[in-house]
């Protein structure tokens, strides 16, 4: 990752889409609401609330110096990576002993509505 022992703070969902009426792709950046999961929690608060609501799971475990895992539990939605990058703005400052990198979580979707 970086020469931080913390993983990155900010994260990021880079969506990639078919449109299946027209053939092309189209990406996006956005913003995911995050919510921290243990080892040891129900396995059942990893599913969608709702039909629209697509979860990616981020499998980091900070004991180990391997990158992250991620899964989607959408038929809809597949992770196709995941990388560290720059967070522009991100303050530089290492007193907050923050990594001010960004995970951008790499998803494409096959459905014409999202």
Known sequence: MTASTEPPYYLLVSLSSLQHSSGSTSNSLA??????????????????????????????????????????TSTH??????KVSIAPGASTNEDHGRNDNMFVLEVASTSDDQ
């Open 31 to 72: 913003h995911a609401n995050v919510e921290y999961r243990y080892a040891d929690d129900s396995p059942l608060t990893l599913l969608p609330r709702h039909p629209d609501e697509h979860v990616l799971v981020l499998n980091h475990d900070p004991a180990k110096e391997e990158l992250p895992t991620v899964q989607s």
């Open 77 to 82: 939605m597949a992770v196709t990576g995941v």
